[in-house]
């Protein structure tokens, strides 16, 4: 019988958020707006966040409380995604906001953000605690945790605890990332660093944790011998939307696949780590990520496919390429599209192809991860294709993990058709979220910014899973750099992307699955 696992801390599990200020760099920019203002206002909502709490946002703008108050209400009111807006509670959370303009490369500003935190410390009674967010352009992280450094603003005092939460990307490449690390860590040590990957906070990838080591039925499958191949989706309707100038200088590659598909890939592959505990989770994480096999230069064109989305017509509307985007180059030669062929070289997953593509301007949003399991060994039945048309194998089945929009597990078996003979047809079981559970289900940043507050690093990532994951990626960008010079745009926008990439699986006699 299952017993209690004495190592595990049941309070960890009640997520009682401390008193604390939440202090963010970057307050005018579009994530404060979209997301964390929206999340913290939330959680005060659900009435998740204690007595003692505050927010100070930090940006060059000039503007009073009153100003960020007032823009704030504006956000809150937009980006709530189904949750009501109540006025009342909202007065009442304001009085904790307050802003500080100031540059990160001015010193003087963390003189003024420390005296400002322990006036707050009074009035709010946050205790000292404090979480400083880094929402701003990259290049001003490691200036940021230098400047909080030596204003004594990164050091625990007194009880009172102080972590630094660091948006993607961490790095350009695999040498800027290493650098970032160094400047992070003059001043904070590792486990005050919470550095965040959104997918990693949402349900549904949670979910695959609990779908596979809380369930006995499928983990005995889960393996080389019986799963054929995995690929994992997440396709974007979207262009760039105003965000070409950054997108340029990333791609899909960058902006999707270092970060947040390999953090699925290592949830739908890793171990089971012995207990749910931070270390313990993401030391299974990085070592799967330290599994990934790194390509040679010269293996990338098989292993890996890059994408532009072009100019096209879709639904009566014309749709720019995206070298048309404002603030993109004419010429710009970015990866709107990214398809690559993971390998993984542990006992578990030889011989298995994950594939992972990612794109903007795709026919749909939708993220999922298929799991294709073997063939049967002898066909004994016909089997009816989506069509009608009769074929003779019966389908392979297939294990769907629905990420988004629609949030759900679909197992694809084949059935007996009703009627004379044994016509087999491919259907489906499904579970989905809403109709499961109904009500709200908390957005990522709702989860990990609780997280962060409580403590919790089990769903941030950490050092050596943010580099084994460039080393696993930076070939690829090195490959790409050197050889695709004249290709783009190779696929319209509104499609499924560039042709290469279709022919990358049927080299391995397999086909990306439609979502
Ligand atoms: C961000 C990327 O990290 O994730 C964006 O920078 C992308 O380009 C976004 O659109 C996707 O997140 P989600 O939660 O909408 O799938």
């Known amino acids: 019988m299952a017993q209690a696992n004495p190592f595990q801390d049941p309070l960890r599990f009640e997520r009682r958020v401390p008193s604390c200020a939440v202090v963010i760099f970057g307050a005018n920019g579009d994530l404060t707006k979209r997301k964390l203002l929206p999340s913290l206002y939330r959680l005060a909502f659900e009435r998740r966040l204690p007595q003692g709490f505050a927010v100070v946002g930090i940006s060059r703008t000039a503007m ?12 809150v009111k937009e980006f709530l995604e189904n949750s009501p807006f109540d006025q009342a509670l909202w ?11 100031g540059d990160v490369a001015d010193e003087g500003m963390y003189g003024r953000l420390a005296a400002r935190l322990e006036e707050i410390a009074k009035s709010r009674q946050t205790a000292g605690n404090a979480l400083f967010y880094l929402s701003t352009q990259p ?35 695999e040498t800027s990332a290493r650098e970032l690390e160094t400047q992070l860590h003059e001043h904070f040590s590792e486990d005050q660093l919470y550095r965040i990957d959104h997918y990693l906070g949402k349900e549904t990838v949670q979910n695959i944790l609990a779908f596979r080591f809380g369930n006995p039925l499928f983990e005995p499958l889960w393996n080389r011998r019986y799963i054929n191949h995995v690929q994992i989706t997440a396709a974007e309707s979207i262009g760039v939307e105003g965000r070409g100038a950054y997108y340029q200088g990333a791609g899909a590659l960058r902006d999707m696949i270092q970060n947040h598909l390999l953090q699925v890939l290592s ?19 990085a070592k799967l990520l330290r599994s990934i096999r790194v390509y ?59 594939y992972v593509r990612t794109g903007k301007r795709m026919p749909k949003r939708v993220t999922d991860i298929a799991i ?8 004994l039945f016909v089997t009816e294709g989506d069509g009608g048309a009769a074929i003779d194998t019966a389908r392979p089945n297939m294990l769907i993990l629905r990420i988004q929009p629609e949030e759900g597990i679909s197992l694809r078996f084949s059935s007996k058709q009703p009627g004379a003979g044994m016509k087999l047809r491919p259907v489906s079981m499904d579970f989905n979220y809403g109709t499961s559970f109904g009500g709200r289900t908390p957005t990522a940043y709702e989860t990990l910014l609780v997280d962060a507050m409580v403590g919790d690093a089990t769903l941030y990532t950490r050092q050596d899973m943010v580099e084994a994951s460039w080393t696993a990626v930076q070939p690829i960008l090195d490959g790409w750099n050197d050889h695709k010079a004249g290709q783009f745009p190779n696929y319209p926008a509104g499609t499924w992307g ?18």
Not at 320 to 342: I, K, L, N, S, W
């Open 91 to 101: 007065d009442d959370f304001c009085r904790g906001l307050f802003y500080l303009a």
């Open 139 to 173: 290049d001003h992280y490691g200036p940021a945790a230098g400047g909080l450094g030596r204003a004594g603003l990164a050091k625990s005092s007194n009880g009172a605890w102080r972590r630094l939460v660091v948006e993607k990307p961490f790095g350009h490449d």
């Open 64 to 75: 009073s409380d009153d100003d960020f108050r007032q823009k704030m209400e504006a956000s």
């Open 372 to 379: 294709r399991f073997n063939p049967v060994p002898h066909s």
């Open 267 to 285: 949830t739908v592959a890793m171990e089971p780590s012995a207990v749910f505990e931070p270390t313990a989770v993401r030391d299974e994480r």
């Open 296 to 354: 040679r230069p010269n293996e990338v064109p098989d292993y890996a496919v890059a994408g532009q989305y072009g100019p096209a017509r879709v639904g009566g509307k014309d749709l720019p390429g995206f070298r048309e985007e404002p603030g993109v180059d004419a010429q710009a030669m970015t990866d709107t599209y990214a398809a690559v062929t993971f390998q993984i070289e542990n006992w578990r997953w030889a011989g298995v192809p994950f």
């Open 498 to 515: 560039p042709k290469a990439s279709d022919d990358m699986l049927a080299r391995n006699g397999h086909e990306w699955r439609v979502p």
